[in-house]
Nanobody, 128 residues
Framework: QVQVVESGGGLVQPGGSLRLSCAASGFTLDYYVIGWFRQAPGKEREGVSCISSSDGSTGYADSVKGRFTISRDNAKNTVYLQMNGLKPEDTAVYYC?????????????????????WGQGTQVTVSS
């Protein structure tokens, strides 16, 4: 059974940093993509970043480029989202999800409806 579990959220002041983790288990595949999404109160869920397990190719939303960095540890089936320079508008529940169809990121991350399994989310609050 595929499981996806996020961790690492919390309360941080503007300008601070957090590192989120996404641990995926229950599958053995040659390639997959992990995507990070977020949903703020009253807003739609939006894509943040993604990474391919096979070649490490990545994608980022314009709103986080230069501040967030996604990375992977294939031995642990874990993906990390390092978030620096956090802003109040980054406040949201952050979710990760798996896509088993895409092997590499060329231009954009897979769309939200292309992910197969989702975690329960972790709250990130940026406030002074």
């Amino acid at each position: 059974q595929v499981q996806v579990v996020e961790s690492g959220g919390g309360l941080v002041q503007p300008g601070g940093s957090l590192r989120l983790s996404c641990a995926a288990s229950g599958f053995t595949l040659d390639y997959y993509v992990i995507g990070w999404f977020r949903q703020a109160p009253g807003k739609e869920r939006e894509g943040v970043s993604c990474i391919s397990s096979s070649d490490g190719s990545t994608g980022y939303a314009d709103s986080v480029k230069g501040r967030f960095t996604i990375s992977r540890d294939n031995a642990k089936n874990t993906v990390y989202l390092q978030m620096n320079g956090l802003k109040p508008e980054d406040t949201a529940v952050y979710y990760c999800a798996t896509n088993f169809d895409v092997s590499t990121i060329t231009q954009n991350c897979p769309g939200i409806y292309e992910y197969h399994y989702w975690g329960q989310g972790t709250q990130v609050t940026v406030s002074s």
